[in-house]
């Protein structure tokens, strides 16, 4: 059985994970990406990253890298192309998960363990569809941990050493300071686990930390020729201190502080139900008799406090941290499986007759009225609802075991969720159809005249993007020598006193509004000030003077 439910999981898997992947149309992060990729292809430059040919410091440059490849394959820049590399990522994340456990569990336990990165609840219906830089940095964090686990554990610390900060590197290309904390405090929590303290003044300790700042110094000192490196050291520390409790008052980091283990939880069910067995007496003493599952719930408890005690986070930074957990709770759940405990048999009904539920349901989704506009529907449901029920079915029939029958039931519900409910999502977003429409309406309006960006006027990213994509070139920022030919997009909130001669609009879906497009009434004369409101995260550096 177990055997027939892995094949089905990995036949469901790219259907689950790419039918549809790209019809919605971008959330802001996303653009952020696709346009600093593109930029890079138009001008030829993957050193120094720019939004509209300006510096772009938020993030360093390898997952722009990534999708200036999968653009290259794809044929051009687009949705689809944006998030395909998130997909290779999850299932790496997985496999990756599959051979590291397999060491140490069941080859049916270590698959499950992979199965519950791909189809926790926040990877499977958010993450997993979006392009965005989480999922790759998740997926090398995790490799980082287990590396030095793995070697560690086995006093091979030049390997542990070497490879996990060579991964930091990486980690450190995708996403800056977040790759040298998760390094740091897990080499703690290993040294403290091994009682091995004095491998942290050791040369395999040492030499490869230098190792990891050559690494990154030899990209550095190329970007050197293009930005004020200082700049790009006080851009990574604003990034990542902005969401600590430094950065926000006393009643907000109390409420994140309680509200916090909630919110996790709800975000990756249904694995967070298997918490019922950690939190149970005598869960430390059976952990313990496998070092691999201790060792995971220890290195998740030591990690969690960088987001834990820090507000504003979104679920998908800790990605790379609830495979830990996933991985103690499955190996309590095969202790209690044995003694067939209250828990196992109360989580075994919640989850089957939630399933039983949800299979009884999706026949009959075509009666929604949203779905009208998926083509046969009636076909899709019934097939989808065979299939689940079919699951649910040999899960309760078996009386030992039901949670691979979880995962895959999981994949089947992703599966469904693409039919019915991205099209008429997709269909009904009107803001961000108008975001794409008015874009690609404005620069056929006006292909024929140059067109910019004034000063420090706010482009959201999506709109940047798509005004960019339908132009097929860069759209710059101009801070001085304007003209009375150019066509320059103009915030009206933030110079209300610079009139614009409107030839068109762009829609902006967060402010709710249009930005015109049109040459200047009267060409200003000075340079751009910063305007109203201040510079904008993520828009590049404030040039001098600009104040």
Not at 137 to 153: C, D, N, P, R, T
Not at 179 to 192: M, R, S
Not at 285 to 297: E, H, I, Q, S, Y
């Amino acid at each position: 059985m177990n055997r027939t439910l892995f094949i089905a999981a990995l036949i469901l898997l790219p259907a689950a994970l790419l039918i549809h992947l790209g019809a919605m149309v971008f959330i802001d992060d996303e653009a952020i990406r696709a346009l600093v990729a593109q930029e890079m292809i138009w001008s030829g430059n993957y050193v120094s990253p720019t939004m509209h040919g300006d510096v772009y410091l938020n993030k360093p440059p390898l997952f722009n890298w990534i999708l200036a490849i999968s653009f290259s394959l794809f044929g051009g820049a687009g949705e689809f192309a944006t998030r395909f590399p998130t997909v290779l990522s999850v299932l790496g994340f997985a496999a990756t998960t599959y051979y590291f456990s397999r060491k140490h569990f069941s080859r049916s336990l270590a698959g499950l363990h992979a199965l519950t990165v791909v189809t926790c609840g926040r990877m499977l219906f958010w993450d997993s569809m979006l392009g965005l830089i989480d999922v790759t940095f998740s997926w090398v964090v995790y490799a980082q941990i287990m590396l030095l686990y793995e070697y560690g554990s086995k006093g091979q610390w030049w390997r542990a050493f070497a490879w996990s900060y060579g991964l930091t590197a990486v980690g450190f290309m995708l996403k800056g300071l977040p790759a040298i904390v998760f390094q740091g405090v897990t080499i703690f929590a290993l040294l403290t686990w091994v009682k091995a303290w004095k491998q942290f003044i050791r040369p395999a300790h040492l030499l490869s930390g230098v190792a990891c700042v050559a690494l990154l110094s030899l990209y550095y000192w190329q970007y050197s020729q293009y930005v004020d490196l200082s700049l790009v050291v006080d851009r990574l520390f604003l990034e990542s201190g902005k969401r600590t409790a430094a950065a926000h008052s006393i009643w907000e980091n109390v409420a994140h502080v309680a509200g916090f283990p909630f919110e996790m939880s709800y975000h990756f069910l249904p694995w967070t139900l298997l918490l019922a067995y950690l939190l149970q007496r005598g869960s430390w003493a059976r952990l313990k008799t496998n070092n691999f599952a201790a060792f995971c719930l220890v290195a998740f408890l030591a990690n969690l406090p960088i987001y834990w005690l820090s507000p504003n986070v979104y679920p998908r930074y800790l990605l790379m941290l609830f495979p830990l957990l996933f991985g103690s709770c499955l190996y309590l759940h095969t202790q209690h499986l044995r003694q067939r405990t209250l828990t196992y048999r109360s989580l075994r009904y919640l989850l089957l007759g939630t399933m039983s539920v949800i299979a009884i349901a999706l026949p009959f989704v075509p009666l929604v009225p949203e779905t009208a506009i998926v083509s046969y529907a009636w076909l899709k449901s019934i097939l989808l609802g065979a299939a689940a029920g079919a699951v649910v079915w040999t899960g309760w029939k078996r009386q030992r075991g039901y949670l691979l029958h979880v995962a895959v039931f999981l994949l089947i519900a992703r599966v469904a969720f693409n039919f019915f409910v991205l099209p008429p999502r997709a269909a009904g977003d009107e803001r961000g159809i108008a975001v794409r429409k008015t874009a690609v309406a404005a620069m056929e309006t006006t292909k024929e005249d140059q067109v910019a960006i004034y000063g420090y006027s706010l482009i959201e990213p999506a709109t940047g993007y798509y005004l960019t994509q339908a132009r097929g070139a860069i759209i710059p920022r101009i801070w001085e020598g304007f003209d009375d030919k150019t066509l320059y997009l103009t915030s009206p909130w933030q110079y209300p006193d610079i009139k614009v001669e409107a030839v068109d609009s762009v829609y902006l879906r967060h402010h709710r509004s249009s930005y015109p497009i049109g040459p200047f009434a009267i060409p200003p004369t000075d340079r751009a000030r910063m305007g109203l409101g201040g510079m904008m995260d993520g828009m590049g550096t404030l040039k001098p003077g600009d104040e």
